[in-house]
């Protein structure tokens, strides 16, 4: 029964109470996230870790004058919780439900909209220097990364401007030694020395970046918590609070196991036991096809390499790193590194396959231009999450790849349209290829249970005829593939032989011979992709077309030119006009 989280709506209903009446808010708040999350799923692990903190701040700070930044903002749910969203909670990451993450256009408490890690500090900086430009010196301006976060250029970059600056800027480093998988790199290795206390104070590197340092303390002390606040609001300049925390805290299973509760989806609220899923019987995920072939040949190419910036779960790059440690890197949420340190090793004759997110990799397009492609330097990446990615909504879709990849020179770009053929583009990636290769591939899962085929070379820039037909082409690229062949096989007869399908797999380069043969044989072409619409595949056809005064109509189907927000891929998929029954609409439209 809650006795105090009915009673808060904001913040100031929580400024109501006595801090010895907190800690019961903390439990009261840990039962509430719980409870919602078990059911309707998101980032657990994140969000319990720092409700203590969470409650702390929000006590202690004039919110939402004084301004809070959440980086990340996957440990953001006490806080949706306390400022007026505990009653839409159950909507969290559904469509048009509340986003999993902070947006300025949701509430007035979330100061900055977030998703990507390591942009706090910047963000939280930027505030502050401008309430100084503005005569406010007394707004509070408070950043909170975790230790993952923290070790990310970004972060450095705003710490290193920080330190020299007069701003009122309070960074709260919640330290829980791991991200999503446990945190890596020398930075780890100083704090966890900082924690036992055995670093001598002259060596505190936060000190020496010119921070007033403080801690560290126990993040699950809510006293201990409001003391440093009191004692920081009122030091000038910018300030650093190191707060230890348990990721998971307050639920034994995601404490014990910290990467599985991270995101669990469905669990048990009371035991907090996963709900068992059926797994025996679906095909795998693309990640795994990836993880798991990239063991096999890094078994044969004694010169293949794996790099992960801070996902080996995630991309499944674990298998590599368990099977050949020397061989596989995580390096930290540190995708332009992650980049530019394939690009080096492949300068020495190494085959360097670098996965990361779609949506990710924007973090490091200069770096794709400037590391890899200008200088020719065959770096195999791997983009997961490419195209819609479900419940993590704008932040996280990955729907510009095929548009800002297909800007670069010397790229080839290529998207499977299932799992053999991601199987087959590793394995001839792994042969050695002589200009870098983007190959990208979605979320979750596929259609084909026997994926593990004989390995066999594909030809670059090569498209296949998947059904011919007379009147309408489809010419798809990736996955999407299947939703065409739904859609064409539930068409009746008569409609189903005018429309022929063709996965053009490159994007770059295009199958030309291929393209000359559509636009000869049919009068309207319609092209889909899981990418914007703006510059993407569909654009590459236009342009195709147009340089060889093809008179065709052309129907371009794809993510429109807008932020698509949560949901599930399925439901987003419809709203783009992208599932099934509406390529069938479109095609009834068309015939
Ligand atoms: C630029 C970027 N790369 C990768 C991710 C994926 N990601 C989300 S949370 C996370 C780990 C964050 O760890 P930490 O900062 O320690 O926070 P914690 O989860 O421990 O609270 C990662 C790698 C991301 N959101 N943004
Ligand atoms: C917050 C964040 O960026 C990650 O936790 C992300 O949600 C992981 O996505 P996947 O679940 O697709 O691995
Ligand atoms: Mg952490």
Partial sequence: MSKFLNTINLPEDLRKLQPNELPQVAKELREFIIEIIATKEGHLGASLGVVELTIALHYSFNTPKDLLVWDVGHQAYGHKILTGR?????????????????????????????????????????????SNLN??????????????????????????????????????????????????GALKNYL??????????????????????????????????????????????????HVITTKGKGLRQAEENQVKYHAPGKFDKLTGDLLPKDDAILPPKFQDVFGLTLVELAKKNKKLIGITPAMPTGSSLKNMMKAFPDRAFDVGIAEQHAVTLSAGMATQGFTVFCNIYSTFLQRAYDQVIHDVALQKLPVVFCLDRSGLVGEDGATHHGVFDLAYLRAIPNLIIFAPRNEIELRQILYTASLGLSLPIAIRYPRGRGNILNWKTDFKKLQIGKGVELKRGNTIAILSIGAIASQVTEAISNLKDEHMA????????????????????????????????DGT????????????????SYKATIKILGVPDSFIHHGKIEELYDRCELSSSKIKDCLLSLL
């Avoid at 300025?104 to 502050?128: K, P, Q």
């Avoid at 060596?203 to 918590?225: K, R, T």
């Avoid at 005018?498 to 072409?525: S, W």
């Fill in 498 to 529: 005018a429309i022929g399908h063709y996965d053009l797999r490159f994007v770059k380069p295009l199958d030309e011979q291929l393209l000359h043969n559509i636009f000869k044989n049919y009068n309207t072409i319609i092209t889909i992709e």
């Fill in 86 to 130: 505990k009653n839409v909670f159950h909507t969290n990451r559904q469509i048009d439900g509340i986003s999993g993450f902070p947006k300025r256009s949701e509430s007035s408490y979330d100061t900055f909209g977030v998703g990507h890690s390591s942009t706090s500090i910047s963000a939280a900086l930027g505030m502050a220097i401008a």
């Fill in 135 to 184: 005569g406010d010196f007394k707004k509070q301006h408070i950043a909170v990364i975790g230790d993952a976060s923290i070790a990310s250029g970004m972060a450095f970059e705003g710490l290193n401007h920080a330190g020299v600056t007069d701003a009122n800027l309070l960074v709260i480093l919640n330290d829980n030694a791991i991200g999503i998988d446990p945190s890596v």
């Fill in 192 to 241: 966890t020395r900082a924690k036992v206390g055995q670093k001598p104070k002259q060596d505190n590197i936060i000190e020496a970046l010119n921070f007033n340092y403080h801690g560290p303390i126990d993040g699950h002390d809510i006293n201990a918590l409001l003391n440093a606040f009191e004692i920081l609001k009122n030091k000038k300049g910018p300030k650093f609070l």
């Fill in 533 to 548: 619409i703006s510059g993407g595949f569909g654009s590459a056809i236009l342009e195709f077309a147009n340089m060889h």
